[in-house]
């Protein structure tokens, strides 16, 4: 080779190799063993279609950004951990450069002696700068872990500590109003119900489960008086506590066996208040064997493909616009802790992109109780119709609102009982 291409040739390789760029520093190791390693989002999501492709790709030289997830289920339970993971793919989708990763089943059941703090470190040592923990159960051990890292963001999904004054200037909470979703949800259940018996399947009981339970029983008794036109007092509505938001064996009740109790019992509707799928599955068994039960499950938009014939609904959590939102604004330097507690788009209560509860009607409705459903969910989602006026009384008959009064949000968010009508405890024993 002549001196002159032998020199084109080493130019060329200089370059190759500049463009390329030095290899990144490994993240260090973490001081303790990991519970579990973070999991990067596998190329598509369990059950769901992906999201769509970003509509901007990152600037050329941009930092990727990792956020990180503490999940308390399985990331493909059908319900509310399968709603929080799709909505980090929405994030991924459409904030560019942001990358997820996750580590999910942190519960007791599944990894005994495992703390919130732990496991954030895990994520933090992988690269994370935003973590978002999805249980109203990690309250605790996530102001621990955004106190250890007040460089990292952190978001509670459900609690309250920017309300109460206990939270870092690093902490945000988000929640949405489901409780306009469980009212569409009762509402479908009576309209259904051949019986007038309606079963709630609850997960444990603090003041999101009771508020969620009343907002159901309310959207209930108002379509069954009002719309339907039955006597007060003839509608049955019981609610059973399983302990926790998904069965854990030897600790909770089995709610596949309370789900087949309230069948036994005479109830035709199974509404779910927890993370799982067991109301429709058992509903589909019993209709399978020449019973007629409807359910109406929760938490994830899909769920009804369980069993499309026997489901009235799905009311579900859409996360990930405000999640973009909120990474975003952290990645910008534009971070603030509050607490949000988010309702449907008026408009369009099933716009992926900027409504935070959506409902979608189940195959099971007939064409005429989907038509007046569609009229109560205008109503209620537009504030026409406010469910929580008075009068109304708690289940040990003192008064929760005087007549012609409307809750406000806090009498709402810290529900201290029941409400007359309901049969089933206010209080964990």
Not at 2 to 28: F, H, Q
């Given at each position: 080779m002549s001196p002159i291409r032998l020199l084109?040739?080493?130019?060329?390789?200089m370059l190759a190799v500049a463009a390329c760029g030095a290899p990144s520093a490994p993240a260090e190791a973490p001081t303790s063993a990991p519970a579990e390693a973070p999991t990067s989002a596998p190329a598509e999501?369990?059950?769901?279609?992906?999201?769509?492709?970003?509509?901007?790709?990152?600037?050329?030289g941009a930092e990727e950004y990792i956020f990180g997830m503490v999940l308390v289920g399985p990331i493909n339970d059908g319900g509310w951990n399968q709603a929080h993971y799709d909505a980090?793919?929405?994030?991924?989708?459409?904030?560019?450069?942001?990358?997820?990763?996750?580590?999910?089943?942190?519960?007791p059941a599944d990894k005994p002696n495992v703390t919130v703090p732990q496991v954030v470190d895990e994520l933090v040592a992988q690269g994370a700068r935003f973590i978002i923990t999805n249980s109203a159960e990690f309250v605790d051990g996530t102001l621990e872990a955004a106190a250890a890292h007040p460089d990292v963001f952190f978001l509670h999904a459900s609690g309250d500590s920017v309300l109460k004054g206990e939270a870092p200037a690093n902490l945000t909470n988000l929640m949405g109003r489901m409780?306009?979703?469980?009212?569409?949800?009762?509402?479908?259940a009576a309209l259904q119900s051949s019986t007038g018996r309606l079963s709630y399947l609850g997960a444990l009981i603090d003041p999101e489960t009771r508020r969620l339970v009343n907002s159901t029983y309310l959207g209930a008794k108002h379509c069954w008086e009002q719309v339907?036109?039955?006597?007060?007092?003839?509608?049955?509505f019981e609610v059973v506590w399983i302990g926790f938001w998904f069965n854990i064996p030897g600790v909770t009740l089995d709610p596949t066996r309370v789900a087949?109790?309230?069948?036994?019992?005479?109830?035709?509707?199974?509404?779910?208040?927890?993370?799982?799928?067991?109301?429709?599955?058992?509903?589909?068994?019993a209709t399978a064997a020449g019973k007629t039960i409807w359910a109406v499950p929760y938490d994830f938009k899909?769920?009804?493909?369980?069993?499309?014939?026997?489901?009235?609904?799905?009311?579900?959590?859409?996360?990930?616009p405000s999640y973009a939102r909120i990474i975003g604004d952290a990645r910008a330097g534009t971070f603030t802790s509050q607490w949000e507690w988010l309702g449907p788009d008026a408009a369009d209560m099933n716009n992926?992109?900027?409504?935070?509860?959506?409902?979608?009607?189940?195959?099971?409705?007939?064409?005429?109780?989907?038509?007046?459903?569609?009229?109560?969910?205008?109503?209620?989602?537009?504030?026409?119709?406010n469910l929580f006026t008075g009068p109304l009384n708690y289940q040990n008959g003192s008064e929760y609102l005087a007549a012609g009064a409307v809750a406000s949000d806090e009498q709402i968010w810290y529900t201290e009982q029941l409400l007359e009508g309901i049969v089933g405890e206010s209080a964990a024993e």
């Amino acid at each position: 080779m002549s001196p002159i291409r032998l020199l084109t040739a080493l130019i060329a390789m200089m370059l190759a190799v500049a463009a390329c760029g030095a290899p990144s520093a490994p993240a260090e190791a973490p001081t303790s063993a990991p519970a579990e390693a973070p999991t990067s989002a596998p190329a598509e999501a369990p059950t769901s279609a992906p999201a769509e492709a970003p509509t901007s790709a990152p600037e050329p030289g941009a930092e990727e950004y990792i956020f990180g997830m503490v999940l308390v289920g399985p990331i493909n339970d059908g319900g509310w951990n399968q709603a929080h993971y799709d909505a980090a793919r929405y994030v991924e989708a459409n904030v560019p450069g942001t990358r997820f990763i996750y580590i999910d089943k942190v519960n007791p059941a599944d990894k005994p002696n495992v703390t919130v703090p732990q496991v954030v470190d895990e994520l933090v040592a992988q690269g994370a700068r935003f973590i978002i923990t999805n249980s109203a159960e990690f309250v605790d051990g996530t102001l621990e872990a955004a106190a250890a890292h007040p460089d990292v963001f952190f978001l509670h999904a459900s609690g309250d500590s920017v309300l109460k004054g206990e939270a870092p200037a690093n902490l945000t909470n988000l929640m949405g109003r489901m409780e306009l979703g469980k009212q569409i949800a009762g509402c479908a259940a009576a309209l259904q119900s051949s019986t007038g018996r309606l079963s709630y399947l609850g997960a444990l009981i603090d003041p999101e489960t009771r508020r969620l339970v009343n907002s159901t029983y309310l959207g209930a008794k108002h379509c069954w008086e009002q719309v339907r036109g039955q006597p007060a007092g003839s509608l049955s509505f019981e609610v059973v506590w399983i302990g926790f938001w998904f069965n854990i064996p030897g600790v909770t009740l089995d709610p596949t066996r309370v789900a087949t109790d309230f069948i036994n019992a005479g109830s035709d509707v199974i509404i779910s208040g927890i993370d799982t799928t067991e109301a429709i599955v058992e509903a589909n068994k019993a209709t399978a064997a020449g019973k007629t039960i409807w359910a109406v499950p929760y938490d994830f938009k899909g769920a009804c493909a369980v069993a499309e014939s026997v489901c009235l609904g799905v009311p579900y959590f859409n996360w990930g616009p405000s999640y973009a939102r909120i990474i975003g604004d952290a990645r910008a330097g534009t971070f603030t802790s509050q607490w949000e507690w988010l309702g449907p788009d008026a408009a369009d209560m099933n716009n992926p992109d900027t409504s935070m509860i959506g409902f979608v009607p189940g195959a099971g409705l007939t064409a005429e109780n989907a038509a007046a459903l569609a009229t109560f969910s205008q109503q209620v989602v537009s504030g026409e119709l406010n469910l929580f006026t008075g009068p109304l009384n708690y289940q040990n008959g003192s008064e929760y609102l005087a007549a012609g009064a409307v809750a406000s949000d806090e009498q709402i968010w810290y529900t201290e009982q029941l409400l007359e009508g309901i049969v089933g405890e206010s209080a964990a024993e």
